[in-house]
């Protein structure tokens, strides 16, 4: 399995707090069948500044030590970059990466709202050949009650990742609802852990695609599985799977536009 959405890196945000936490971190996603990871520290989001270079290092770092204590894990690198006023100045600059060198990079949106750039934001990455992820709209305030906001992003170009902890209620009761409405419209592209640390905010990604693959059938789990593959190798998504009568026609009418061109 592949996990597009960590905070390994020890000592750079809220996650790993030291490279103790990382190697926990590390043979828990091992012991679930995660064999890849890319590290997405937190970046401008008010409280923490990761930049392009600072990560690469960590992330050679780490991959040195995994290597040398022989173990079956890689990291690639990324950043969990908050939409703010200088971001794309920010990409001409070098400051940002995207997710594993591909042409995705994951966007966090704040959690009370859709910021009004977010639209032209999409549109000014697409002109740079970019493809945002949104990560973990759930948990967005705004997206929980105007769902459809969300899907005109996604008709934009944007896509989305839905959290293992928000499918399986570990935000509540209401974010849990939201995730799965969101899956099973088909507003969701890939599922990541946005793992933090293997006592406060692990994995779970097993036993979230177990939880997808009894409500909504093998082929939407192996679907989101191959997504998350595609990133790495800087491939498109593939169309969802066919999705219920109640929300066929929204879907199809935006993911016919999407994926024609």
Do not use: C
Request: charged fraction near 20%; glycine fraction near 8%; proline fraction near 4%.
């Amino acid at each position: 399995m592949i996990d597009i959405h960590t905070h390994i890196l020890p000592g750079l945000d809220d996650g790993a707090q030291d490279i103790q936490d990382s190697l926990q971190m590390a043979h828990a996603a091992i012991d679930e069948g995660i064999n890849v990871i890319i590290a997405t520290p937190h970046h401008a989001n008010g409280v923490y500044i990761n930049a392009a270079a600072e990560v690469s290092r960590h992330v050679q770092t780490l991959n040195d030590r995994f290597s040398a204590e022989g173990m079956s894990l890689r990291i690639e690198q990324g950043q969990e970059i908050r939409v703010h006023d200088d971001l794309l100045e920010a990409w001409h600059r070098g400051e940002l990466l995207s997710l594993a060198g591909s042409a995705y990079v994951l966007l966090e949106m704040p959690s009370s709202r859709i910021p009004r750039v977010m639209s032209e934001l999409i549109h000014e990455l697409g002109i740079l050949k970019l493809k945002p992820i949104i990560a973990h709209p759930e948990r967005n305030a705004e997206v929980v009650q105007h769902p459809g906001r969300l899907a005109e992003l996604i008709e934009l170009g944007a896509y989305t990742q839905v959290t293992t902890h928000s499918l399986l209620g570990g935000f509540g009761k209401r974010i849990e609802q939201a995730a799965w409405s969101l899956l099973r419209s088909g507003s969701i592209h890939i599922v990541s852990s946005d793992a933090h640390h293997v006592e406060r905010r692990g994995f779970r990604m097993q036993e979230a695609y177990q939880a997808i693959e009894r409500s909504m059938g093998e082929q939407w789990s192996e679907y989101l599985k191959r997504n998350a593959a595609a990133v790495l190798v800087d491939n498109p998504f593939e169309a969802p799977p066919q999705v219920g009568t109640s929300t066929g026609f929204h879907i199809k009418k935006f993911y016919s536009f999407f994926f024609k061109k």
